[in-house]
């Protein structure tokens, strides 16, 4: 690739990236809402679980991470990678919270999880992309990323991520950031 169509295509993916950010403006009353969850669920002594499969699993086991400290105390969240509703059978109770993340449509094993996090009444946000069908039934708040593509999707879900976890470690510590 020669140098100017190499920074063609860098600036062609920083500015669809900026535009998937400014477009997530739009969402700042369900982006509150989840935070309000999350919140929540920590202060009444809950734990958060988030799901992704393939891709998504990094971005659970990053925000999980997020939350897990480092400048801050530990809260409990837990990024489960193999059989999630599994997991959640045996480790979540009612009030925890799960994040299902999934930048593609329909993920079977984050669908599920879902749906098991539903039947043990934890609380579920939904980070997704554009199609939300098949999560959203069992979700409380679901965050479609208004972007086509699975990179650009899951850059929002990233930074969406980070907002909230800044969100709860302010609120439960009085610090800045995560």
């Known amino acids: ?4 169509a190499l920074q063609s295509l860098i600036a062609s993916a920083v500015q669809r990236n900026i535009e998937v950010a400014k477009n997530l403006l739009p969402l700042y009353p369900d982006i509150a809402r989840a935070g309000g969850l999350m919140v929540d669920a920590f ?16 971005t659970a086991r990053h925000l999980a991470g997020e939350l897990l400290g480092g400048e801050h105390p530990p809260l409990a969240a837990a990024a489960p990678s193999d059989h999630p509703g599994r997991h ?14 999934s930048a593609r449509a329909r993920p079977p094993d984050v669908v599920a999880a879902a749906r098991v996090a539903r039947e043990l009444d934890l609380r579920v946000v939904s980070l997704c992309g554009e199609d939300a069908e098949a999560l959203a039934p069992h979700s409380d708040v679901v965050l479609a990323i208004p972007a086509r593509g699975v990179a650009r999707v899951q850059e929002a879900h990233l930074l969406v991520g980070h907002i909230l976890c800044e969100w709860v470690v302010e609120a439960m510590f009085g610090q800045k950031g995560a």
């Open 43 to 58: 202060e009444r002594g809950g734990r958060a679980f988030f799901i992704g499969s393939n891709g998504d699993a990094a």
């Open 1 to 4: 690739m020669s140098g100017g």
């Open 88 to 101: 959640l059978r045996g480790h979540a109770r009612a009030g925890d919270l799960a994040v299902a993340i």
